[in-house]
């Protein structure tokens, strides 16, 4: 993460916005942050970590009950949930989670996508968005490659979503 990245990072977790995350990147990152400055002495890690301490965060899981730093678990009515934080003005942020982005894209409650690719291939990993029976128009309103090489694809959806089905697993 280079100089432009981190401090784009920054300005976009600042303020007033809470943190979403699937479980499974939930604790990828309660097993960092908490303790970061003990790990790294990177700029980006040591500016970013009392940001996320500070920020209100939301886990969505079912198998998890509790979880700490400012931290609220949903685990059932997440749609409605959300629904009624989005339209509350709430900003949400969501960090990853395909299973959790397909569900919230399915409800129509990502107005905006923001997708960092990364030099590097690693050969595997899970689809951005995984299989969906319909299709969605998104618009480009921003593309950038910041000093890392990282490229940043900022898409707004365009067409309505469609019913949903179930709640993935």
Same mark, same amino acid.
Request: without cysteine; proline residues 5%.
């Given at each position: 993460?280079?100089?432009?990245?981190?401090?784009?990072?920054?300005?976009?977790?600042?303020?007033?916005?809470?943190?979403?995350?699937?479980?499974?990147?939930?604790?990828?990152?309660?097993?960092?942050?908490?303790?970061?400055?003990?790990?790294?002495?990177?700029?980006?890690?040591?500016?970013?970590?009392?940001?996320?301490?500070?920020?209100?965060?939301?886990?969505?899981?079912?198998?998890?009950?509790?979880?700490?730093?400012?931290?609220?678990?949903?685990?059932?009515?997440?749609?409605?949930?959300?629904?009624?934080?989005?339209?509350?003005?709430?900003?949400?942020?969501?960090?990853?989670?395909?299973?959790? !982005?397909?569900?919230?894209?399915?409800?129509?409650?990502?107005? @905006?996508? +923001?997708? $960092?690719?990364?030099? *590097? =291939? /690693?050969?595997?990993?899970?689809?951005?968005?995984? !299989?969906?029976?319909?299709?969605?128009?998104?618009?480009?309103? @921003?593309? +950038?490659? $910041?000093?890392?090489? *990282? =490229? /940043?694809?900022?898409?707004?959806?365009?067409?309505?979503?469609t019913p949903p089905g179930p709640r993935p697993s």
């Open positions: 993460m280079g100089p432009e990245l981190s401090a784009y990072s920054q300005e976009l977790t600042g303020g007033d916005k809470v943190f979403l995350y699937g479980r499974v990147v939930w604790e990828m990152m309660a097993g960092y942050w908490p303790q970061a400055e003990q790990h790294s002495t990177h700029e980006h890690d040591l500016a970013f970590a009392p940001i996320w301490r500070a920020a209100p965060k939301i886990v969505v899981s079912r198998t998890l009950e509790k979880a700490d730093w400012n931290t609220r678990v949903i685990g059932e009515d997440v749609v409605e949930e959300l629904t009624a934080l989005k339209e509350s003005g709430v900003t949400l942020l969501l960090f990853g989670g395909s299973a959790l !982005a397909a569900h919230l894209t399915a409800h129509g409650l990502i107005d @905006e996508y +923001r997708i $960092f690719v990364h030099p *590097v =291939v /690693l050969g595997g990993g899970k689809p951005v968005f995984r !299989a969906r029976a319909d299709r969605f128009g998104l618009e480009l309103v @921003e593309s +950038r490659t $910041f000093d890392s090489q *990282v =490229v /940043l694809l900022r898409h707004r959806r365009t067409t309505p979503p």
